[in-house]
């Protein structure tokens, strides 16, 4: 947690069995990727509504974490021995739930609703 106690995520560890592997490094891409997509939604990202309208228009009104906020991620594949499978959003999928456990982790704080930004002022 910030100084302002806002959570600053610095490294992220997974770990995906896929099945075979056939390109690794296109597999590590895809976890990369989806765990900075997953925590740009987690950690600030909203739709928000007035007047009936969403206010939000494009990805300059929904930005994503850029690359000074984003963690270093680590992507570990798991040997075996199974046909290929998808990859798909895995690390999307699943990086709101690790984030919302850390911050209790670290601040004794149950995080319920997303984005975390707005749980954590309340």
Do not use: W
């Amino acid at each position: 947690m910030d100084h302002d106690g806002q959570p600053r995520v610095e490294r992220v560890v997974c770990a995906l069995d896929c099945g075979q592997v056939v390109n690794p490094d296109t597999v590590r891409a895809q976890l990369e990727g989806g765990v900075t997509f997953g925590l740009s939604a987690a950690l600030g990202n909203e739709i928000t509504i007035a007047n009936g309208r969403v206010q939000q228009s494009n990805f300059n009104d929904f930005p994503s974490l850029r690359m000074p906020a984003a963690p270093r991620v680590e992507a570990h594949l798991v040997a075996s021995g199974e046909g290929p499978g998808g990859v798909g959003e895995t690390g999307t999928a699943c990086v709101a739930a690790a984030l919302c456990n850390a911050i209790y982790a670290a601040s004794g704080k149950r995080i319920r609703t997303l984005p975390v930004s707005r749980a954590l002022r309340a």
